[in-house]
């Protein structure tokens, strides 16, 4: 289920790209969306574009109300 702070959208890729992503994901241990943000980002420095880094995802039990 994606995160409610992402951005959801439809990308149609050739399929040979799509398997040339997959292996390189599986090698890095990530999913192929998470594959695709990574190689977006590191595109987007080398292009001297800055991109605010997103808030970690907050884990564990929610703290206690008093």
């Known amino acids: 289920m994606p995160s409610p702070a992402k951005k959801a959208f439809a990308l149609r890729l050739d399929p040979a790209l799509h398997e040339a992503l997959e292996r390189v994901a599986a090698a890095d241990l990530r999913s192929v969306n998470a ?8 595109a987007l ?3 001297g574009v800055k991109v605010k ?5 907050r884990r564990g039990r929610p703290p206690k109300g008093d």
Request: hydrophobic share 30%; charged share 45%; proline share 19%.
């Open 35 to 42: 594959e695709v943000e990574v190689l977006l980002r590191e």
């Open 45 to 47: 420095a080398r292009r």
């Open 53 to 57: 880094p997103s808030e970690p995802p």
